[in-house]
């Protein structure tokens, strides 16, 4: 299936582009998460902390819903899915 990735910062700097598609094998968001470390493995150390669990800051949405809202990395994706990845920023 075909999924369209968007990374915004730092996402895209270690990956070298902000958006593209990937042709991708797998069921959940889990699966997805390791074929994109294998194919860019500098977006490792981005995702996963070294004990192998999805960093704090991490924020990942299927189609416009945070993860939170749906089933976590056991969430199943399917062809034409939009992800973005992103760093949530707070202030004021």
């Given amino acids: 299936m075909k999924i369209k ?8 700097d270690a990956v070298g582009k902000s958006e593209f598609d ?8 889990g699966n997805l998460l390791k074929e994109l470390t294998n ?12 004990s192998d669990e999805l960093t704090d800051y991490l924020c990942i949405f299927v189609n416009d819903k945070p993860i939170s809202a749906l089933n976590g990395i056991e969430t199943k994706l ?8 992103f760093v ?3 202030g004021g």
Avoid: A, H, V
């Avoid at 990735?5 to 895209?12: A, E, H, N, V, W």
């Avoid at 034409?80 to 990845?85: I, S, T």
């Fill in 5 to 12: 990735i968007k990374l915004l910062k730092p996402f895209s």
């Fill in 22 to 29: 990937f042709e991708f094998i797998g069921i959940t968001l």
């Fill in 78 to 85: 399917k062809d034409n899915d939009e992800l973005l990845f």
């Fill in 39 to 50: 194919k860019y493995p500098n977006l490792r150390g981005e995702f996963y902390t070294e």
């Fill in 88 to 90: 949530p920023i707070s």
